[in-house]
């Protein structure tokens, strides 16, 4: 049979019809991304046949445990609940997504065994059936897993802790560590000018309040939820608290309000402080020690062994850019093209002799992090 496109809620039906044909063989589930609603067809059918067996590729990558894309305490279920016949590999920088019935058929593509994977996102893939697909697939996978080990119930559960206590910031920092673009005027001031609006002695409207960090330039529906995000950004830096729906000033407004060097360098502190990953990506583009542009900086992050944080990377880069950690070599503040982090970097020299060194040094990729903190070695 040719290849066939299968796109959308199609992969849905593609899976089921493959379960329908599941006996003896084995299913390998290459993905990244896994939920427990995505699992949920093929645990149900391994519940109803004893002689089903699955295997799983996958990235055990602390942020994406973090954030819910990888559900690891489900696999460890499915591993408790059907011993050697699921069994899961760990597969470092895994991007692949592959379906395949062993000696039946496949289905290669875009989508993750999520909900959002399988039915809601805009995804495609081919259906491969042919002998000799299905034979190059098959020897594909076993290449990936070349002479790894499944990884144990225990370990899964090691990793959901880890990912747990380490790496919920990382998700904070992912939804909230955002920008305040302004037309004319750096991010912190925009903030200042935003705190200097608050009584000395009581507090505003929060409605009022939000309004002012609100995007300017884009008063657009993608960005409905900047404000609050912004909102929050500015309690954990402890510049406001909320109290009765009115927003009051905090401890650390004095230190933001200080004007130049000093002002720049505390707010720059305060960011590193709450959210450690900042401290990472200046270290990586200090080691790299040339001027970079934007899409060097992957890159760069992922031979540092931080190339989680490349979804952050920008808006750290703008705030440090903005607070004169890092040297803008071309471009303006609101359209930055190149850039440097200076040797004479604040925070980064102050990381030297406080609790932010621990966080570069101890905080790295996520097998080597997780390794450091539970001994084990996938």
């Known amino acids: 049979m040719a290849s066939k496109f299968v796109k959308g809620r199609e992969a849905i039906t593609w899976l089921d019809g493959i379960i329908s044909r599941w006996s003896t063989q084995q299913l390998s589930i290459v993905s990244p991304f896994i939920t427990k609603s995505g699992m949920a067809a093929i645990s149900t059918a391994m519940s109803q046949h004893e002689m089903r067996k699955a295997i799983v590729l996958t990235c055990l990558d602390c942020p994406a445990i973090a954030m819910g894309y990888l559900d690891v305490c489900e696999l460890a279920a499915l591993i408790t609940q059907y ?3 699921f069994q899961v590999y760990h597969i470092p920088k895994l991007h ?3 379906f395949l019935l062993e000696g039946i058929e496949a289905l290669v593509g875009s989508a993750n065994l999520t909900m959002g994977g399988m039915s809601d996102n805009v995804e495609i893939g081919i259906r491969c059936s042919s002998k000799a697909e299905i034979e190059e697939l098959d020897g594909l996978i076993l290449h990936w897993r070349g002479t790894r080990e499944p990884v144990e119930r225990d370990q899964l559960l090691a990793y959901y802790e880890y990912a747990k206590t380490h790496y919920m910031q990382l998700l904070q920092a992912y939804r909230h560590v955002v920008a305040f673009p302004h037309q004319e005027h750096t991010y912190d001031k925009v903030v200042r000018d935003a ?10 409207e929060k409605s009022k309040f939000v309004n002012s960090i609100r995007n300017q330039r884009t008063q657009v529906l993608a960005d409905k ?3 609050e995000n912004r909102l929050w950004f500015l309690q954990q830096l402890k510049l406001v608290r909320i ?5 009051y000033k905090a401890d650390n407004v004095r230190k933001v309000m200080k004007e130049g060097t000093r002002q720049s360098n505390a707010f720059a ?13 200046l270290d990586a583009l200090l080691k790299y020690g040339k001027e970079t542009g934007w899409e060097d900086v992957p890159r760069i992050l992922d031979n540092q ?3 989680h944080l490349v ?4 808006s750290i880069i703008r705030w440090m850019v903005h607070l004169n950690q890092i040297s803008l070599i071309s471009g303006e503040p609101k359209r930055i093209e190149s850039f440097k982090v200076k040797s004479s970097c604040y925070v980064l020299r102050r990381a030297s002799d406080t609790y932010a060194a621990q966080i570069i040094q101890n905080t790295g990729s996520t097998d080597r992090g997780f390794e450091r903190l539970t001994g084990a070695a996938l």
């Open 195 to 204: 705190l200097q609006q608050i009584p000395a002695r009581g507090g505003i």
């Open 96 to 98: 692949a997504k592959v």
């Open 311 to 314: 979804d952050q990377h920008k």
């Open 269 to 281: 502190m305060l960011i590193c402080s709450e959210f450690p990953e900042c401290l990472q990506i």
């Open 225 to 227: 939820d900047g404000p």
């Open 243 to 247: 109290k009765d729906n009115k927003v």
């Open 305 to 307: 062994g931080i190339g």
């Open 83 to 85: 011993g050697d016949r």
